[in-house]
Each structure stands twice: as structure tokens, then as C-alpha cells.
């Protein structure tokens, strides 16, 4: 049988903080335990907020966490060909609409309902676009995302994955945004098929979307992976550590002096 392999995706937006250290700490034994490996990732698709001082930094910091990966490690920002690939599988299947809205006029134009991440949903107005005016736009420069039609999504594949959430709920979600030829969602799955990926641990906070995961590999045709969410960490580790101001980034931390055992010993691993 060939060995598990598991992976940690941080972005480099900020510095990491405990709840990563945790996570990464918690990735690294499940894959030890599992006699596998642990591969390392860079989500740095949001090239307007991700610095390359951070992607060291987080370098700096799993190594200080006593944690190793194999090289090269995957840095997102350098493959969006294989995700703008993805796209015209889905675009293909017609699952894929454009979409001009700005933010603003999502919020103004919602109606009072929330994603399973607590976000506006989207109303679906560029759904009901004509071809005409999706041309004009276009033609005119017009920046514009591309949505999924969930509707159309799980008449073609059944709801999947509700033991995370309801698909329904998250409405048409982003998969191509208008910054950046991608989404969170579509780079991640891609990427777990193409790194091999057998086991996704990451935090409780990515419960729910998972169901989109889910959705998108039997969409994609892709392998799903095995997934374990794990507890989130942050909201005692400020007490734990003896600080009022809780979320503190690993490297003020080890400026101040704690050890990667103090941490070990607090999240009680
Ligand atoms: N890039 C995500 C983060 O920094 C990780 C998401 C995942 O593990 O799927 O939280």
C-alpha cells in the first residue's frame, strides 16, 4: 500500500499564529502516526495581500516548530494554469456563470440570507443575464468572477457531502474570482488531486466547506481525500500562555521567548 500523504496549506498573508502552529503541529503527528508525510503548501492565490516576507517567515517558523517537508514545496501563485484548467472542465459541463456584481451591490441587493461561513449569499442576479448583455459587458472590459451554478451543480451530481452543510446554502459560489484566475475552493481540490493528497487535517473552521469540496472532485472527476478536522485553538491560548492579548503571532512569541515545547505542552498533543 502505498504511504499517506498529508498536507498543511498556509497563506502567507500574515505571519502564523498559534491556531496554525497547532494545526501544523497536529498534521505532522497524524501523518507520523499514519507512516506518512506531511507536504507543504503556499495558498498565496490573493497575490494583492500575500508578501513573499511571510512565506519565509512561515519557512522560519515550521522549522522552529521542529516540523520538515519535502522539496519543492507547491506555491499556488505559479500554477494558476492548472486551475484555470479546472475551470474549463466546469465551464465545459456549464456550470459556470459570469458575474459583474461588486461587493457593495451584493450586500445592497441581498436578501437577509448567510453562508454556512456566515457571508451574504449571493442573490443570483447575473444569472438571469441575457447573452447580449454578458457580451457587451465583456466586450466593454467590463471585470467580472465566475460562479458556480449550484442549482444546476447538484442536479447533476445529487447533494453530497451534508454531513458538512447544505449546499444549497453557500448559493452560487466564486470559483474563479475577479482578482486572481481562481478561488480558494477550486485551487484546493486541484491541488490535493495533484499533490496526492490522501488525508486533509485541518481546523473546524473549514468544516462546512467541505461539502463544496466534496461537490467540486465529483464534479472534476478528482479522488476525494480523507478529512479530519481538528479542534481551534485560539480563543484560550491567550490565558494559557499568560497574555491578555490572546492571538499572537509565532514570531512575536518566540521574540518573547517561548520555546516550541511550551506550545506542545499547552495544546496538549
Ligand atoms: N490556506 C488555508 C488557510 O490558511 C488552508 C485551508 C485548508 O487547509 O484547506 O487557512
Redesign the pocket.
Known amino acids: 500500500m502505498s504511504k499517506p500523504i498529508f498536507r498543511f ?3 502567507p498573508n500574515g505571519y502564523l499564529h498559534t491556531g496554525h502552529a497547532y494545526s501544523a503541529l497536529f498534521t505532522w503527528q497524524a501523518a507520523q502516526q499514519a507512516g506518512g508525510e506531511v507536504l507543504l503548501r503556499i ?1 498565496d492565490i490573493d497575490t494583492g495581500r500575500c508578501r513573499p516576507e511571510y512565506t519565509e517567515q512561515i519557512f522560519d517558523d515550521l522549522a522552529w516548530l521542529g516540523l520538515s517537508w519535502p522539496e519543492p514545496v507547491r506555491v499556488q501563485s505559479e500554477h494558476f494554469d492548472d486551475y484555470r484548467k479546472a475551470a474549463v472542465v466546469l465551464a465545459g459541463k456549464d456550470l459556470l456563470y459570469p458575474c459583474f456584481c461588486s461587493r457593495k451591490q451584493i450586500a445592497a441587493r441581498a436578501r437577509g440570507d448567510f453562508d454556512p461561513d456566515g457571508a451574504v449569499r449571493y442573490p443570483g442576479t447575473c444569472k438571469h443575464l441575457n447573452a447580449d448583455e454578458v457580451q457587451r459587458r465583456q466586450d466593454s472590459g467590463e471585470v467580472f468572477a465566475l460562479r458556480l451554478d449550484m442549482d444546476k451543480a447538484i442536479g447533476l451530481v445529487g447533494p453530497i457531502g451534508q454531513e458538512y452543510s447544505d449546499l444549497s446554502e453557500w448559493g452560487d459560489v466564486v470559483l474563479v474570482r475577479k482578482d486572481t484566475p481562481t478561488s480558494y475552493h477550486l485551487s ?1 481540490v486541484v491541488d490535493d488531486t495533484i499533490q496526492g493528497v490522501t488525508n ?1 487535517t ?1 481546523g473546524m473552521d ?1 468544516y462546512a466547506a467541505t461539502a463544496i469540496h466534496l461537490l467540486l472532485q465529483k464534479l472534476l472527476g478528482l479522488p476525494t481525500p480523507h478529512y479530519q478536522h481538528h479542534r481551534l485553538v485560539e480563543d484560550d491560548m491567550g490565558r494559557k500562555l499568560g497574555k491578555s492579548d490572546g492571538d499572537k503571532s509565532l514570531k512575536a512569541l518566540r521574540d518573547e521567548g517561548v520555546q516550541p515545547g511550551d506550545l506542545v505542552a499547552i495544546f496538549e498533543l
Do not use: D, H, I, Q
Request: hydrophobic fraction near 50%; charged fraction near 25%; glycine fraction near 0%.
Open positions: 496549506a498556509p497563506s495558498e484546493v486533509v485541518r473549514m
